[in-house]
């Protein structure tokens, strides 16, 4: 598989509304967030310790991580508040008709 495939995610519809989803796309934890009709990609797992981001709290553009309160933007994957420190991975991410895709790369 190519490095730039879009890969299909779910269904544009099971999408939440201003919330995070934990999806399994092609082997990886990714955390689809929607924040305005956007959507944005991470990584699932926060880098500060192995807590899953879609449990925690959805704040506009930031992810609060469940365990020890780190933030990160869901943009960009950059940490907003200790103790996260380290950046997430980002993924592109576009909706397409009625399907989510997503590019793991
Ligand atoms: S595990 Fe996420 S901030 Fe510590």
Redesign the pocket.
């Known amino acids: 598989m190519s490095e730039q495939t879009w890969i299909d995610a779910l269904a544009a519809d099971e999408l939440p509304t201003d919330d995070v989803l934990g999806v399994a796309i092609d082997g990886h934890d990714i955390a689809l967030y929607t924040v305005g009709g956007e959507v944005f990609a991470t990584d699932n797992v926060?880098t500060?310790?192995h807590?899953r981001l879609c449990d925690g709290f959805l704040d506009g553009h930031e992810i609060e991580?469940p365990?020890?309160?780190?933030r990160f933007d869901v943009r960009d994957g950059k940490p907003t508040c200790e103790?996260?420190s380290e950046p997430l991975r980002s993924y592109p991410v576009k909706v397409e008709g009625s399907r989510v895709l997503v590019r793991i790369g």
């Open positions: 926060c500060h310790g807590a991580c365990l020890h309160q780190g103790p996260a």
